[in-house]
């Protein structure tokens, strides 16, 4: 199928941006690496009027730097990631995320922005981010403004974002060599989006402990007593039956085996 007809518009930078995804009357999206609209609106899921790129807007394509995290632009590809051109604020962690998104083609053109503005219940970036304790930078509202984005992505495909506002960066946290992480998915095969996943941060020097279910048919969970699951003194089982009652017994199965599979990884050591 074909896309019902759009305009597509470029702006040299974001003051120029902002103002054409304010105007409600002209019906605006953001598009970035298509890789997720671009099926949508093949489908007629999405049919905007006009459609504005991003993605080589100046703002959206930096890396700042500062003592406690590092801050990436929205429109950064998963590609850059996984090749390790960008600083990375942990310790190796983030290619290996990137690595795990679909296929090569789909990283070369989606970006870190889209995945999280896409908000699929899925999205490696998504649950492993969420996990890290990054925040997203919002810029079209009444001000700037910074969100966790464990508050930001408030359910499946919807997030906080208000009309007119455009991801412009996610902040990662530095993680030190000590810091310990793992993510595990099931997946049919690479590149399908995964049925279960979990993804796990333990990073004593901060007081960091999260353990995140993933790929539900809601926001992702972050699990209760997530210390207590990573040193081994509660039992996965017990924890994730409880903070997902209404799963089916096959999808309860499939978290509870991910979440075991991601403590066990975290144990040996090696990101899953
Ligand atoms: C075959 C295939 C397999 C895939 N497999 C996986 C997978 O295994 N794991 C995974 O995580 N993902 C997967 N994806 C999704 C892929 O990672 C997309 O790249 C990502 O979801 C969207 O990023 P994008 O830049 O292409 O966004 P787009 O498709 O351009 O946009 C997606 C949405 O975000 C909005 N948007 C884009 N940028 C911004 C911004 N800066 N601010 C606000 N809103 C914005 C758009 O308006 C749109 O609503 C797959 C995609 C395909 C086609």
């Not at 402990?209 to 509660?234: C, H």
Request: aromatic share 4%; net charge positive.
């Amino acid at each position: 199928m074909k896309p019902a007809p759009f305009q597509l518009l470029t702006a040299p930078d974001l003051p120029a941006a902002l103002p054409l995804l304010s105007d409600a009357a002209a019906e605006t999206k953001p598009v970035a690496g298509s890789q997720s609209l671009g099926p949508m609106l093949n489908l007629r899921l999405a049919r905007p009027a006009r459609l504005l790129d991003v993605s080589r807007l100046p703002e959206l394509r930096r890396v700042e730097e500062d003592a406690d995290a590092i801050t990436y632009g929205a429109a950064l590809t998963h590609a850059e990631f996984e090749d390790g051109t960008l600083p990375d604020a942990t310790p190796g962690w983030l290619p290996a995320i990137a690595r795990r998104i679909a296929y090569r083609a789909v990283r070369n053109r989606g970006t870190i922005g889209g995945s999280l503005a896409h908000a699929d219940p899925a999205a490696d970036w998504v649950n492993t981010l969420i996990a890290l304790g990054a925040s997203v930078r919002l810029a079209g509202g009444t001000a700037p403004r910074d969100m966790a984005l464990n508050d930001f992505i408030t359910g499946p495909l919807a997030t906080a974002l208000a009309p007119g506002e455009v991801i412009t960066a996610i902040r990662i946290p530095r993680r030190t060599p000590a810091a310990r992480w793992s993510y595990w998915k099931f997946c049919r095969k690479q590149g399908e989006f995964a049925k279960a996943s979990a993804a796990i941060l333990a990073d004593p020097a901060r007081g960091d402990y999260r353990v995140l279910a993933g790929a539900l048919d809601r926001a992702p969970v972050l699990l209760p007593d997530a210390r207590a699951l990573i040193d081994g003194q509660a039992d996965a089982s017990q924890v994730v039956t409880a903070a997902l009652p209404d799963l089916s017994p096959a999808r309860l199965t499939l978290q509870i085996t991910a979440t075991r599979r991601a403590l066990a990884s975290l144990t040996e050591g090696t990101p899953a």
